[in-house]
């Protein structure tokens, strides 16, 4: 079995599209949840708020040529992962398109643009904005497939539309290519473009906040007065490689991936099972070959959404039989989708290798039916460990866990 190491990482989120203003939002509690006006005309859904991605500008060398095959969700996964390719020192690097790196990337659906294109079309006979690339914009793998076009990327490619586990799955599927030989070198994370349907879903599932007039409270994971998810939008990248590779170029090693496990719970596509949560992470444990006791901090997938929370916390609790802290960070975000797999492995990296952990925004209550963990809340917390959980559950019944190590 081969070692997997992250040598480059980086996203676009709300926060920001570097570490360092990341970082500085979080120290300062900011919050990327916004009123969208521009959804009032959507009459019969409550919900008018979001987590939006402002100032996304794109570099001279993106040409229409390179872009015409991308919406927004592309360009996102596409930018993010120049960006991680960049700090892994890779981005030039003519070994990347030779084969040797594969892409494993994810978004719940295309983009938006398009599938209006082709429902313009079914609607009213007619072609309108239909093109030769509306399918390319809109069909599920259009992330992985994008980001290999954009790199000249010739190695595997492994497409990953799983919903909210779709950021985690890429990561885990790019590490399970690298370990087991099929692969030196991966790019792999999630994307999500911000959509009005998608906030539709979750308002018809009475999920979706209304707190409409009071954007920067909520959503609230795990707060006895939370009422629900905001969507936002955003994309990680992490650039993965093989422990000896990484080394005899002289990379940075950011951390160690040591355990992955994925599993589906099998008897309900939207209801949370706590057995089957749990059951992912016994699989990351074995794959590791860690006892639960060696984790110091939880990355929770934390919706704000009553079950999901009050499961998932309950699960954790019991499955490390102790207050382990712990944190969601879609407060600061929104949930999103598709991309908050990966944006929370990058932050998780990040934080564990600083020594410190951003709270969960809006925690001020803890629900009481939800199991008693050391939820970091208020304000950073000054924390030293080894070993890092990230945790995402997603529709269908999906559930993943990833474990990271701090490189010594």
Same mark, same amino acid.
């Given at each position: 079995m081969k070692r997997v190491v992250v040598t480059g990482m980086a996203g676009i989120t709300a926060l920001g599209s570097d570490w360092a203003t990341v970082e500085a939002n979080l120290r300062a509690n900011v919050s990327g949840i916004e009123r969208m006006p521009d959804w009032d005309r959507f009459e019969e859904v409550n919900t008018r708020l979001g987590g939006p991605v402002k100032d996304f500008t794109l570099p001279a060398h993106y040409t229409r040529r390179k872009t015409r095959t991308m919406g927004r969700v592309s360009l996102l996964s596409v930018r993010a992962s120049e960006l991680a390719l960049e700090q892994a020192g890779l981005l030039d690097d003519p070994e990347i398109s030779s084969g040797a790196m594969g892409v494993s990337y994810g978004s719940c659906t295309g983009s938006t643009d398009a599938i209006c294109e082709f429902g313009s079309l079914l609607m009213t006979g007619k072609h309108g904005k239909f093109n030769a690339t509306t399918y390319l914009r809109m069909m599920s793998h259009t992330t992985a497939v994008n980001v290999g076009l954009f790199f000249g990327l010739k190695g595997r490619v492994i497409p990953t539309c799983s919903a909210c586990t779709s950021g985690s799955q890429g990561i885990g599927y790019a590490y399970e290519a690298i370990k087991y030989g099929m692969q030196p070198m991966m790019l792999a994370g999630g994307a999500e473009e911000l959509c009005p349907s998608e906030a539709a879903v979750f308002d018809a599932l009475f999920a979706a906040s209304v707190k409409n007039d009071a954007p920067k409270?909520? %959503? &609230? %994971?795990? =707060?006895? =007065?939370? $009422? @629900?998810?905001?969507i936002g939008e955003g994309a990680g990248s992490l650039v993965l490689e093989e422990y000896e590779h990484a080394k005899a170029r002289g990379a940075r090693i950011y951390a160690e991936i040591v355990g992955y496990g994925c599993n589906s719970d099998g008897d309900h596509a939207t209801h949370p099972n706590q057995e089957? *949560? @749990?059951? &992912? *992470? $016994?699989?990351?444990f074995a794959d590791a070959g860690l006892s639960p006791d060696a984790i110091g901090f939880v990355s929770c997938h934390g919706t704000a959404t009553e079950q999901g929370d009050i499961a998932e916390s309950n699960m954790t609790r019991r499955y490390f039989n102790r207050?382990? %802290?712990a944190a969601s960070w879609k407060g600061h975000l929104g949930h999103t989708l598709g991309a908050c797999g990966a944006i929370e492995s990058w932050w998780a990296i990040e934080m564990m290798n600083r020594g410190w952990f951003a709270p969960t925004l809006n925690l001020h209550n803890l629900d009481p039916r939800c199991g008693e963990l050391d939820f970091v809340t208020d304000t950073i917390r000054p924390l030293e460990t080894e070993y890092v959980v990230n945790n995402n559950f997603a529709f269908g019944g999906i559930?993943? &866990?990833?474990?990271?190590?701090r490189m010594p």
């Open positions: 409270t909520t %959503p &609230a %994971p795990f =707060d006895r =007065d939370r $009422d @629900g998810l905001v089957t *949560m @749990g059951g &992912a *992470m $016994d699989r990351a207050a382990i %802290p559930n993943t &866990a990833l474990i990271f190590r």
